[in-house]
């Protein structure tokens, strides 16, 4: 068997060790690379130091617990910004499984910074219905959500005091995990009622929202687990997703030396070895 | 309002800060006003405090602006925040309807009776004291019969509409609609051929979505094909599914292909099998059919999410030449990096359109081509417009 | 190591699940089912309390909005399918969600994803990177155009919108790999912290 | 009249939605918050009728003894714990279902998912080819990216992360816009099939 067979015939099995040791090696013993803040994080971030203390902010859960690791540190990184700020946070979600996630983001951050519920945040749950649940809300935040999440009423909320619709909320962010999501919020809630509106997606969906953001739909977005980490850098402190980016990068080192070794010898072996049979 | 009533308005307007601040003396006001606090200078007022109905909208609805007191931002940073009051008359009591944070200059009151005139006053206050009153001149609520600002939208949609409708017409009626040659069904035939060639089965494998999503459908329709060659090649067809409809409408399909090509006997009901509704379940039990059967060629044509990469990854290392199709942005730069030929996106409607020649379908998508033509000129002509310093096609474009 | 009860049993799950690595087994099939399950019942108790309780039990029984019944009723004909007599009364509802699902979308598709994406190509400043930009937009669709054979200039063009659309499908396919190995990260994070606490 | 009513429902629910957008209008806007409400409510069942569904393919599996059906006892168990939990005590933080999420749903659902990471790397080896033009192009993009988006690529080269960022910000921004389009005018021209009554697959079949 020649070597460009047996390498073919490598169990992948072998390759499995090799990406997991890629990941925790740098995990157990950072490097400490230095990371540069995007210019769409930095925008995210601007609309947010740009609101008045005390303006109302939605913050959708729009993901699940599968691609936790990308989303909850940009979450968790918004709540505290927010709190931070002095800004209100209306929590909620369009998918099913980001209530709790949402919840004790929020949590987390409010006993930080001093917070308390129904006064500076509340979750307001999930509705099924996707876009219209955006357009429902934009006319009637009450009658869409007559309760919270846990079945509190809302109108025994001081937060919600004079809320009605839209006009009383000054930004909307987007933690999408795909539909429904930062499209629907960006066609209902920018397009129709010309809400500001600001986004944190997987890095999968990342680069099909740069139009978007290029025609000024998105305000700001951070994308992945690198947007989450630079957005943690903005807020000068380090959280799971900065931890993880020496992690990210061997393992992209990993992954591209993989793709060029393979074709490396899937060009040379091209002609007198075939690749395939 | 006319003249006599205009020069009222304006004599009661630079009355109304002398009246109120006798009210305030005589502690008649808001209890937000003790005459001997600590701060004995209120903030400056907030001036040219303008109201106007909220244009295209449903009414009940009216804008109240005004300019921010100079001692907000500036001054003595004094303000903490604006109170908005109402009123239906001048002279009469006006009545708090909102606050809003210093910094803001604007407000929204949401609770007028369309048609009725308000007055609306405007005060700054650092927490303790209140600053002079400024008043708006009257307005009141309206809703509107057409939103002005969105008839772009109205032109583009009928316009699409309009192409859309004409086309299915044209195709029902029996016209010809050329479509394109798509270079990737000359693909699936020479594919077929060179599984036959190298006494392989051929597997279809068609996304793991059900009938309902538009994408297995136009899998359907290139499964046809795909089982017209094969019938006709006499290769066995293969096709795992995901879904129990799915392998009910690809027995269909395959069973009229061979019928078609006149080999009924050769169908075989069996080859088409449901196997399990589970993502990664099913592309583990792809992959184990895979490396049983080992066939020459293997198509994926449908809507596929995270699993397509471990079945390209299999099918790769099987030596099969690969075709895929699909819709999904995020799975097709796996496609195209493991597989020889991918259709991509639209393409993949297209192909379909173009076999099964439904009117529908070939209506459709002449007009969305059509949509796209039009989108391209003026695309085309704006860039240029725009690049001459005539950005008048911007405004059209912008909705309100 | 931790000795938190429920770190252990989320410990055993994420070790059942990449059981799989090794190959399809008893363990992780197990453990897949599990997810199912449990993810049904989560929906269950959360349709139950975000969405029946708020929106059919409070309206009707203790605002007494009697409107709400006639969605309640749509909604309810959504189970006619279990009867095979009138099964087609299930289309009632799902006509009404195409429907208005449908008629709410069209303008807000047109406006965000057709002519604000128009007018976000049009721009004065003109520098080497717009030039790029607008022969993108333009050779890629032109890709995507089916009337007319790629001959002659619209071959050049769809020549170029090819090169785009490999170009954005690379970023696609980087920002992708990117994202499959976060989540792996979050779990070796798990089990590095949580579980065996050897970093923080 | 199987199908007329249907067509009809269609038809009025998406012109009074689509209408609204251009008649700000009384009663349009009025029933376009009353459609907005009542959406909600029927989305409810859909939701219900999804779960009854898995539920029911299940316990006939279990019934028959399908293959596999142990499995689904594991799979209805837990349905029941996790319901009855949710249902019982309610879903408010700090309980026992909020403990079962946190617990069990989160580390199944985020481990599924963490497998892939595996699959991408054994792929990268294994499958990932520049085969033609056009992939060697998509692998070189790729690539590009990978390293401009990680603090690694910096490090190799400081203009890199630069370079990451216009490629997205521009050809692939350019080429996205386009794709964003067509798709577009195909949701769109779908839709208005739906409205219209002449796209009539929905009905077809159960």
């Known amino acids: 068997m020649s070597i460009v067979e047996r390498l073919e015939k490598l169990d992948r099995r072998l390759i499995f060790v090799l990406i997991l040791l890629a990941v925790v090696i740098p995990l157990v013993r950072p490097i400490g690379f230095k990371i540069e803040v995007s210019e769409p994080v930095q925008q995210l971030y601007e609309a947010i130091e740009s609101l008045n203390p005390g303006s109302r902010v939605i913050i959708s859960c729009d993901y699940d617990p599968s691609t936790m690791p990308e989303i909850y540190p940009m979450n968790q990184a918004l709540a505290r910004h927010c709190f931070s700020r002095d800004l209100k946070i209306v929590g909620m979600g369009l998918w099913p499984q980001g209530v709790p996630l949402g919840q004790a983001s929020m949590e987390q951050a409010a006993e930080e910074y ?42 025994e909320l001081p937060i919600m005091d004079g809320v009605r619709n839209f006009d009383n909320i000054e930004l909307i962010i987007s933690l999408s995990a795909g539909d429904p999501g930062v499209r629907e919020w960006v066609m209902i809630g920018q397009g129709r009622y010309g809400k500001t509106v600001g986004a944190g997606v997987t890095a999968v969906s990342a680069p099909a929202f740069y139009p978007y953001l290029q025609a000024g739909q ?20 380090t959280g799971t997703a900065s931890r993880g980016m020496d992690a990210q990068s061997v393992a992209h080192g990993l992954i591209i030396f993989f793709i060029l070794f393979a074709n490396f010898f899937y060009l040379v072996g091209r002609r007198k070895m075939p690749w395939k049979r | 309002m006319d003249g006599v009533g205009r020069s009222l308005v304006r004599y009661w307007r630079s009355a109304l800060p002398l009246v109120i601040v006798l009210w305030s003396v005589s502690g008649a006001a808001s209890g937000a006003t003790t005459p001997d606090t600590v701060t004995p200078e209120p903030p400056s007022p907030p001036s040219n405090v303008a109201a106007e109905d909220r244009s295209n909208d449903a009414g009940g609805s009216v804008v109240i602006s005004w300019t921010k007191s100079a001692d907000d931002g500036g001054g003595k940073e004094s303000v903490v925040e604006y109170l908005v009051l109402r009123s239906t008359s001048l002279a009469g009591e006006f009545q708090q309807i909102g606050s809003v944070r210093s910094g803001v200059a604007q407000f929204v009151d949401q609770n007028s009776i369309d048609g009725t005139p308000y007055f609306y006053m405007v005060r700054a206050s650092d927490g303790v004291s209140l600053s002079l009153p400024e008043v708006s001149e009257a307005a009141s609520s309206s809703a509107q019969w057409f939103h002005t600002g969105r008839t772009n939208i109205l032109v583009a949609g009928a316009l699409l509409s309009f192409l859309v409708l004409l086309f299915i017409r044209k195709a029902k009626r029996g016209e010809e609609l050329y479509i394109r040659p798509i270079a990737g069904l000359e693909a699936v035939d020479e594919a077929v051929g060179r599984a036959t060639e190298m006494g392989k089965p051929i597997m279809y494998v068609p996304g793991i979505m059900d009938m309902d999503d538009i994408q297995t459908i136009a899998s359907m329709i290139i499964l046809g094909r795909v089982a017209r060659k094969a019938a006709e090649y006499e290769t066995a067809l293969l096709v795992p599914t995901s879904r129990s409809l799915v392998m009910s409408a690809a027995q269909e399909t395959v069973k009229e292909a061979y019928l078609d090509a006149g080999r009924p006997d050769a169908f075989d009901a069996d080859r088409i099998r449901y196997l399990t509704d589970d993502q990664f379940g099913y592309a583990a039990g792809v992959d184990g059919l895979m490396l049983r059967e080992v066939p020459g060629a293997i198509f994926y ?12 990854e299999t099918g790769h290392s099987t030596g099969a030449i690969q075709i895929a199709g699909t819709a999904m942005p995020s799975q097709l730069p796996f496609f195209v990096t493991a597989c020889d030929y991918t259709l991509i996106g639209e393409e993949l409607f297209a192909a379909s359109a173009y076999l099964s020649k439904e009117p529908l379908l070939l209506g459709s998508l002449k007009g969305q081509d059509w949509g796209k033509a039009i989108s391209i000129a003026i695309l085309v002509g704006g860039v240029i417009l725009v690049s001459f310093g005539m950005s008048k096609i911007v405004e059209w474009l912008t909705t309100r | 190591m931790s000795t938190n009860p429920g770190v252990w049993v989320a410990v055993i799950m994420t070790i059942g699940i990449f059981s799989f690595l090794y190959k399809d087994n008893p363990l992780y099939k197990f453990c897949e089912h599990l997810f199912v399950g449990i993810s049904l019942g989560y929906y269950v108790a959360l349709y139950w309390n975000n969405g029946v309780i708020p929106k059919l039990y409070i309206p009707l029984f203790r605002q007494h909005n009697y409107f709400y019944l006639i969605p309640g009723f749509l909604g309810i004909l959504y189970f006619s399918r279990f009867v095979r007599k009138y099964a087609y009364l299930s289309r009632w509802p799902m006509a009404f ?33 717009y030039v790029v930009m607008v022969i993108g937009v333009l050779a890629t669709l032109s890709y995507f155009f089916f009337s007319r054979e790629h001959k002659g200039f619209l071959k050049i063009a769809s020549g170029i919108g090819i090169v785009y ?13 990117m994202a499959r190995v976060s989540l792996l990260i979050g779990r070796a994070q798990f089990l590095l912290r949580d579980w065996l606490g050897i970093i923080d | 009249m199987k199908k007329q009513i249907p067509l009809l429902i269609t038809f009025v629910a998406g012109m009074v939605m689509l209408v609204q957008y251009f008649i700000p209008h009384r009663p349009f806007s009025e029933v376009y918050r009353l459609f907005n409400q009542w959406y909600l409510v029927v989305a409810v069942f859909a939701m219900i009728l999804g779960i009854g569904n898995l539920i029911k393919i299940h316990s006939v599996r279990l019934r028959r003894r399908g293959s596999g059906w142990q499995y689904s006892i594991v799979l209805l168990c837990s349905l029941g714990v996790m319901g009855v939990a949710g249902l019982g005590w309610g879903i408010e933080r700090g309980g026992f279902f909020d403990y079962l999420y946190w617990n069990m749903y989160y580390p199944l659902s985020s481990t599924m998912f963490a497998l892939l990471a595996f699959f991408v790397a054994s792929a990268s080896y294994r499958a990932f080819r520049a085969r033609t033009a056009e992939a060697t192009l998509l692998l070189a993009s790729a690539i590009l990216v990978m390293l401009g988006r990680v603090p690694l690529g910096n490090y190799l080269w400081d203009r890199l992360p630069l370079l990451g960022d216009w490629i997205m910000s521009y050809p692939n921004m350019a080429g996205q816009r386009a794709i964003m389009i067509g798709i577009a005018l195909g949701v769109v021209s779908t839709s208005l099939r739906i409205i219209l009554g002449i796209e009539r697959t929905y009905l077809a079949g159960r």
């Open chain 2, 301 to 312: 044509m449908g809507a596929f999410y995270a699993e397509s990469l471990i079945l390209a």
């Open chain 1, 114 to 155: 001093g917070k308390s519920y129904g006064v500076d945040y509340v979750n307001l749950g999930f509705k099924a219905g996707g876009i219209v649940v955006v357009s429902s809300v934009a006319e009637n935040i009450p009658a869409t959500y007559p309760q919270d999440y846990a079945g509190r009423p809302v109108s």
């Open chain 3, 165 to 177: 659309i490999m170009v954005g499908f690379g970023a696609t396919f980087g920002y992708t790999v």
């Open chain 1, 218 to 237: 998105l305000v700001g977005m951070m994308g992945g687990m690198k947007g989450a980490a630079e957005y943690e850098i903005l807020m000068e402190g």
């Open chain 3, 97 to 129: 969600v195409l429907g208005a699902g449908s008629g709410l979308s069209i303008p807000a598709i047109l406006q965000a994803r057709i002519i604000a994406q128009m007018r976000g190509t049009m721009s004065d400043t003109f520098t080497v990177s």
